[in-house]
């Protein structure tokens, strides 16, 4: 089965031009789709590793994100607009979106040792708040409650976009209740081990409360700089997840009104009676929270200007499709993806399944202390 390359044309009707980002289950290339009368339009496809496609529960796992991104409805989550299966290789069709990971926008904060402006982290709380209650407010074809749960909330799944507004992608590790088959095995817990909830670690069952959590933890990070929870052994940063040890946001930022910061805490509260009743709850008063400062500019305009003062400086272009070495959509499931694809099919293959495991923690986790 030969390798995807620019300029093949998927399922009769999509181009694939560049390969746009990378991540443990598959390449999104930019591409573009062509209808009558000269219609031309960009799209973001997924295209699922060569090697995993010969293997049956990946391929149930790509198939079921799928659904599930076509199954949601929210200005701040990536439409799915088809899914094909051409020559052995599986595709997914998404919305083509501008602009750069919220682990990117930090990261050049914290490099320019520049602290992020409050008011637009609780923009991009709201907007990451908005998608999950999407997904956890979806209900069946009879009116029962079916909620999904995105299970791997992290800075590099959430989009900002260079009309500024917020998306959260990457439901490939998500749990819904009415999915053909659940694939997680007894004491295994998936996602990002950073931003897992303390009910997760020890060993509960994911819930709404659960994408809460993390979404805190994201948003502590991108006010500070660093992971909330980051331990020097796989181990270290368990314990810290299973104690809750939540470090107080205002002493690091005394900047943050306490209104911001109490919602923050709040959502980091070690059980999940303690943290709001629903994520569109906490949307509304970190809304609530803005109403009260008087902003002088339209915040969607603002974070607009700095996602592209930062793909100015990490050397992109107006668009994410111009070619350049550092890609927005880089690393889109495991942190530490490398750039370019290594060499020989057994390497790819190896790789890409090492990375599909690190988003999964057997319990109680022991690691070797990080190089």
């Excluded at 470090?247 to 959502?267: K, M």
Aim: glycine letters at 10%; proline letters at 7%.
């Amino acid at each position: 089965m030969s390798e995807p390359r620019p300029g093949l044309l998927v399922g009769g009707r999509y181009e694939l031009l560049e390969v746009a980002g990378r991540g443990g289950m598959a390449d999104v290339w930019r591409g573009r789709v062509r209808g009558d009368s000269g219609f031309v339009r960009d799209v973001a496809i997924k295209q699922m590793h060569t090697s995993l496609a010969l293997q049956p529960p990946y391929v149930a796992m790509f198939v079921e994100e799928a659904r599930i991104g076509a199954l949601l409805r929210s200005p701040n989550l990536s439409e799915v607009h088809d899914f094909v299966h051409d020559r052995g290789h599986y595709y997914m069709i998404q919305e083509w979106i501008d602009g750069i990971d919220l682990g990117t926008w930090i990261k050049w904060h914290a490099g320019r040792d520049e602290a992020t402006r409050w008011e637009l982290v609780a923009a991009v709380g709201v907007g990451i708040l908005r998608a999950l209650a999407a997904a956890h407010e979806r209900v069946g074809a009879g009116g029962e409650p079916l909620p999904i749960v995105h299970r791997d909330v992290s800075p590099h799944n959430v989009l900002l976009t260079t009309r500024g507004m917020v998306k959260v992608i990457d439901f490939g590790l998500a749990f819904a209740p009415d999915r053909p088959t659940e694939t997680t095995e007894p004491g295994v817990v998936k996602g990002k081990m950073s931003y897992l909830a303390p009910e997760l670690v020890s060993g509960g069952r994911p819930c709404p409360a659960s994408d809460q959590f993390a979404c805190a933890s994201v948003l502590w990070e991108a006010l500070v700089g660093r992971k909330l929870f980051d331990g020097a052994t796989d181990y270290e940063t368990y314990c810290r997840l299973r104690d809750c040890q939540v470090q107080p946001l205002r002493p690091l930022r005394p900047d943050v009104p306490a209104p911001f910061a109490q919602i923050i805490h709040r959502a980091l509260s070690a059980t999940i009676e303690q943290r709001f009743p629903s994520t569109r709850e906490m949307a509304r008063q970190i809304g609530t929270a803005l109403k009260k400062v008087q902003l002088r500019k339209d915040l969607h305009t603002v974070l607009a200007r700095s996602v592209a003062d930062v793909r100015a400086e990490v050397g992109l272009g107006p668009r994410s499709g111009e070619l350049s070495e550092i890609t927005p959509l880089a690393d889109l499931a495991a942190e530490g993806a490398p750039a370019s694809r290594p060499e020989g099919a057994g390497g790819a293959a190896a790789q890409a399944l090492d990375r599909l495991r690190s988003l999964r923690h057997y319990l109680p986790f022991f690691g070797k202390r990080r190089g």
